[in-house]
């Protein structure tokens, strides 16, 4: 942790991010060239960041997302052999054998390309290392590891934050992208609805004799809920979601009967299983601040909302908030010379549009959760129902195929 070259007048920096997640260095990455003086503040080491560990969660990313992270020169820092295509997706309920399909408006072409993928899967470990490698790579960004928040607070005029080893540092603005549990976000007095699920996301990567067509498979059965992400043909990541009691069991299981286990769970839809990986598991919250700014203050990432995965919009939520804060940051200071980066006129403007961007798909995939994990008849019956109608109407598979391919 290096602390030289720390301003000594009334501003330390303007614009003060906490968290070095990839929403954090995604912002970082963001505000490259715009003249402002950034600094990040993270936990965890140095070492860390830079070979951030395999953690079981792949995301998937849409082509908006794509095209950001190219433009931020990191989507080239991604092993190409990581990258892997989704050629259409499928939503199974119940015992049905078939469901819904939803494919791209340009087919289905061999590789990983706009017209032809849905979208890209790719680890967050190793998402989390490119961004850290495109900030760190710039150089203009200073990023201070082994930092612990003590204190945090805004007024009308300056951001201040209290390290733990009694540091005070000023920002004109103070970016929270600390996990939709922040500390940060908590300590500016921003309420939070959170809705609890009640159940464990269990995810590892497995491989498997059958392919499994490049389909990502997302199938509410009866009591469980399994998702099959698929990374080259023929080895998948399973992400299951059960009661924690369950997936405690689970994860205790010797391979050999876990790998049985999790045969049967998926009614040999892929054949033979083999574990390529540890198995993690993740409680199943999600988060909505009552607001996303407070003075000099804005929420990222996470920390603005915490998404379901069922739709697996989380991280490209996440990329397009960091987006939309940094371009209105940006058109300021174009229009206004200098510009200042914390106006509430600004923040209010990034408040609005990101509300107008996220909230629908906050709620209605909170909907979908709790219609397609209810194992009730009525419910049964009425996701049956839907998902009928879906398959039988060509434009609403095309229109779940366009939100898929192009939304945030």
Sequence with gaps: MHWDGWVSAVFDCDILIIGAGPAGLSFAASMRGSGLSVVVLERLSEAALAEAPYDGREIALTWRSVRMLRNMGTWQRLPAQ????????RVLNGLMSAGLDIAPRGGAAEGADEDADLGI?????????????????????????????????????CATVTLQDGRVLRAKLLVAADSRFSATRRALGIPARHQDFGKTMMVCRMQHALSNERVACEWFGHHQTLAILPLGEHQSSLVLTLPHAQIERLQGLETAAFEREMRERSR?????????????????????????????????????????????????????????LARLIRRGRDRRGPGDPGSASLLRAFDAEHRFATRPLYLATNAI????????????????????????????????????QQAS
């Design 82 to 89: 990581e990258l892997f295509g989704i050629r259409k997706a």
């Design 121 to 157: 899967l790719v680890s967050n470990h190793l998402l989390r290392r490119a961004l850290y490698e495109t900030v760190r790579a710039d150089g203009t960004t200073r990023l201070h590891t082994e930092c612990v928040v003590q204190a945090a607070a805004t007024d009308a005029q």
């Design 268 to 324: 040999n839809r892929l054949g033979a299983l083999t574990l390529k990986s540890e198995r993690f598991a993740y409680p199943l919250v999600a988060v909505y601040p009552q607001r996303f700014i407070a003075p000099r203050f804005a929420t990222i990432g996470d920390a603005a909302v915490g998404m379901h995965p069922v739709t697996a919009h989380g991280f490209n939520l996440g990329l397009a908030g960091q987006d939309t």
């Design 369 to 404: 959760v709790r219609l397609y994990t209810d194992d009730s008849l009525p419910a049964r019956v009425a996701r049956g129902a839907l998902l009928g109608l879906a398959s039988r109407v060509p434009q609403v598979s095309a229109q779940l195929a366009r939100a898929l």
